[in-house]
């Protein structure tokens, strides 16, 4: 093996542990943060938990902010891939459903993957929101960020024909209903499948947005 090849396939294996590394780290985090809440959670934890050494975590993440920022956007698309959530294929396909009432019913599905992904780490931001300032700035980005895309909902509805709202009620109507405390209630704390969560979902958006 040339020195050229052997440096470009050591740097490979690098590129693919730090990777590995830090699929790791964010899988402890989230768990850590969901169990025990953000605040009560150190790095040197997560790091234990990942099984790397601390200086890792903050080599790749920089605060412990950052490593919860991370685990959210990894969370909300469901792998570490540099995809916004409306270009994703599950995404792509609602839209794509020209029928207002079938093209709900198909997002309060994909919609309950994401609150199962999603809703307990949300908590956690919460709770840390009131005593720590850059977790109270992550939340308000969290909050923007899924108002937008919402919006983006909002407007696709308009164009149907179908929808029995303003738009800008379509948009609060779901930001409303999609922040996770519903999933909590009845799947986390009911004990309803996600089944029956998202046809009830469902039911509940065709009833109020489908003309």
């Given at each position: 093996?040339?020195?050229?090849?052997?440096?470009?396939?050591?740097?490979?294996?690098?590129?693919?542990?730090?990777?590995?590394?830090?699929?790791?780290?964010?899988?402890?985090?989230?768990?850590?943060?969901?169990?025990?809440?953000?605040?009560?959670?150190?790095?040197?934890?997560?790091?234990?938990?990942?099984?790397?050494?601390?200086?890792?975590?903050?080599?790749?993440?920089?605060?412990?902010?950052?490593?919860?920022?991370?685990?959210?956007?990894?969370?909300?698309?469901?792998?570490?891939?540099?995809?916004?959530?409306?270009?994703?294929?599950?995404?792509?396909?609602?839209?794509?459903?020209?029928?207002?009432?079938?093209?709900?019913?198909?997002?309060?599905?994909?919609?309950?993957?994401?609150?199962?992904?999603?809703?307990?780490?949300?908590?956690?931001?919460?709770?840390?929101?009131?005593?720590?300032?850059?977790?109270?700035?992550?939340?308000?980005?969290?909050?923007?960020?899924?108002?937008?895309?919402?919006?983006?909902?909002?407007?696709?509805?308009?164009?149907?024909?179908?929808?029995?709202?303003?738009?800008?009620?379509?948009?609060?109507?779901?930001?409303?209903?999609?922040?996770?405390?519903?999933?909590?209630?009845?799947?986390?704390?009911q004990g309803w499948s996600d089944e029956a969560y998202a046809a009830w979902l469902a039911g509940i958006w065709t009833a109020s947005l489908v003309r």
């Amino acid at each position: 093996m040339s020195d050229g090849v052997k440096r470009r396939y050591d740097s490979s294996r690098r590129r693919e542990q730090a990777q590995e590394n830090q699929r790791r780290v964010l899988a402890a985090a989230h768990d850590l943060f969901v169990a025990q809440g953000y605040g009560a959670t150190t790095l040197t934890q997560v790091a234990a938990a990942a099984g790397v050494a601390v200086e890792t975590v903050y080599a790749a993440f920089g605060t412990k902010v950052g490593v919860l920022h991370r685990a959210w956007d990894v969370a909300v698309g469901g792998d570490d891939r540099d995809v916004h959530l409306l270009e994703r294929p599950e995404l792509r396909a609602v839209f794509a459903e020209p029928d207002l009432a079938t093209r709900l019913t198909a997002f309060a599905t994909v919609n309950t993957a994401i609150m199962r992904r999603t809703a307990r780490l949300l908590r956690a931001v919460r709770g840390a929101a009131g005593a720590d300032p850059a977790a109270a700035e992550l939340l308000d980005t969290i909050d923007r960020a899924r108002l937008e895309s919402l919006g983006e909902h909002a407007r696709a509805a308009v164009a149907t024909g179908r929808l029995a709202v303003t738009e800008d009620a379509c948009r609060d109507i779901l930001f409303a209903t999609t922040d996770g405390a519903l999933w909590l209630t009845l799947v986390d704390r009911q004990g309803w499948s996600d089944e029956a969560y998202a046809a009830w979902l469902a039911g509940i958006w065709t009833a109020s947005l489908v003309r």
